[in-house]
């Protein structure tokens, strides 16, 4: 397979998982919108803004989703997805930082990971995700002397 081949091949296949993560989480969170905004009425930092949080999650990934199957918005949706990642992994971290155990809102299967399961599943998500954007913007390379695109 040639890199380019490679390059491209990746980044379809982590967007298709980021679109299958998304689209399953955003979901499970719509379908009980009160479970989700209740559990993360347990963190004291998410507490005053959980109300908002439990519309606004699923919103985003759902845009998420809609940015990663459009062909020409697949980048955006590969930068949109990752930044989720660092931001649901940097509160995982947090969690684990703590003493104090939370109940995870993820909603569905996902739910029934525990923190450190759930980091190492975040953190893979994260690694592609970030290793897709810099291959897929390696693909789109403009060549200077021809203005024309390049791999």
């Known amino acids: 397979m ?14 298709a998982l980021f679109v299958l993560l998304f689209l399953y989480t955003a979901i499970m969170k719509l379908r009980d919108p009160g ?19 439990a519309g606004f999650i699923p919103g985003v990934e759902l845009l998420a989703v809609w940015l990663l199957i459009l062909p020409a918005t697949r980048l955006a949706g590969l930068i949109l997805a990752s930044g989720l990642m660092v931001l649901f992994t940097a509160y995982i971290a947090c969690i684990l930082l ?12 996902i739910q029934q990971l525990n923190w450190r399961e759930h980091l190492l599943f975040n953190l ?19 060549n200077r002397s021809s203005r024309i695109p390049g791999t």
């Open 35 to 53: 479970f989700f905004a209740g559990s993360m009425k347990h963190s004291p930092v998410l507490r005053p803004i959980a109300g908002f949080l």
């Open 98 to 109: 703590s003493a104090e155990p939370l109940p995870c809102s993820c909603g569905g299967v």
């Open 2 to 15: 040639k890199p380019a081949s490679f390059r491209l091949f990746f980044t379809e296949i982590v967007a």
């Open 124 to 142: 893979f998500f994260l690694a592609a995700g970030l290793t897709s954007i810099l291959l897929r913007k390696k693909n789109i390379a403009i």
